[in-house]
Every structure is written in C-alpha cells, then in structure tokens.
C-alpha cells in the first residue's frame, strides 16, 4: 500500500508541472518528485544495497536537486516571468487527463502478475506519470515548463524501467539521468549567449 501511494504521489506531482502557472513551484514539484524516486529504487533493488545506494545518490544529486536547481538559476537570471501561459484551460487539460487514464487501463487489462510486488494501480500511475511528461508538449509554450514536462516524461521512464525489467545495468541506469545534462548545458548555453552577443556588440 505504500508504494502504491508513493506511484500516486509520483503521478500528482506530475500533474501539478502540468498544471501549474508559477515557475518557482514548478520547480518545487519537479524536486519533490525527484526525491520520490527514491521509493521506487528501494522497491526494486532491495537485494542489492550498494546498487541500490548508489542509484539513490544519482537520484538525489541529479533529479531531487541538480535539475530543478539548474532550472530556477536559469529562469532567474534570465529574467522570466514567473507566471506561465499554457496553450490550454484546466477544463481541456482534464479532459486530456481523463483520456490518458482510459489509454493507462487499456494498456495494463493484460497485466496479471508483475516480477516484483508492483499492483496493477501502481502501474496506471506510472503510465499516467509518462503520459502527463508527454502532455506537457502539447499544453505548454513556456521553454522551463517544456523542460520540466520533458523531465516528468524522463522520471516515467525510468521507472517503468524498474518496474518491469528490475532495473538495468548500473551504467545504462546512469544514462537515464540525461535530462539533468540537457538542462545544465541548456542553462549554460543561455546564460553565456547575452555574453557572447555583448562582445559581438563591441566590435
């Protein structure tokens, strides 16, 4: 019951990048969600502790702090707006909701029995959790919430894999955390071009 509940709290989180108007809480949530993944590791590599601490400290530094730090200094040094405009009102979002839950039920009728103590709701609520990251495409026009969306996408990803496959090898694992290198090098990249486009100016 208590995973079950921490795959819902993955999913709500989700849907709150989704939702979500203020950047600083879109970021909030996107770290919430990061040290949520934590559960999952546990869940799946609870026979083997150092991977299991290891993948748990990627984890932490990569998807609970690095990316949504990166991700605020980006945003504040820029100079963005707090408040987002999606390209949607609540009221198509939810519908958009309700048909991923219709699809997430379809994809799991034949699923009877999973190779670990994962329930069949927990798996809709990692289904639903990719298909709110995919979502986020399609309902947002602002680039950070672009991002964030593509990171809630990446974090389902990662754990389906650990949900269906036990997990992979530690180094295939590891680049899993690619979002967190899009969004450093992405944060560096703008924050350098005003400074390049600067020295252009003075020649």
């Not at 993944?37 to 984890?59: A, K, M, N, R």
């Not at 997430?104 to 959790?129: F, N, R």
Request: charged share 10%.
């Amino acid at each position: 019951m208590l995973y079950d509940f921490i795959y819902l709290l993955l999913f709500l989180t989700g849907v709150v990048v989704l939702v979500e108007n203020r950047l600083h809480r879109i970021t909030l949530f996107l770290s919430l969600q990061g040290f949520l993944l934590i559960f999952p590791v546990l869940q799946t590599h609870h026979e083997d502790i150092p991977h299991s601490l290891g993948l748990i400290s990627l984890v932490v530094t990569f998807k609970g702090i690095l990316t949504p730090y990166i991700l605020n200094w980006t945003a504040k040094k820029s100079q963005m707006r707090e408040s987002t405009t999606p390209r949607f009102g609540y009221l198509a979002t939810l519908l958009f909701l309700v048909v991923g839950l219709v699809l997430a039920v379809k994809l799991t009728e034949g699923v009877i029995e999973l190779s670990i103590p994962v329930h069949k709701i927990g798996l809709i609520y990692v289904i639903l959790m990719i298909y709110v990251g995919v979502l986020c495409f399609i309902v947002r026009k602002n680039w950070l919430a672009l991002i964030a969306g593509f990171c809630v996408f990446e974090n389902g990803i990662f754990v389906l894999t650990l949900v269906l496959d036990e997990g992979l090898p530690f180094g295939l694992e590891f680049g899993s955390f690619l979002d967190a290198v899009l969004v450093i090098v992405s944060g560096g990249i703008l924050q350098l071009s005003p400074h390049l486009h600067a020295k252009g100016g003075k020649h």
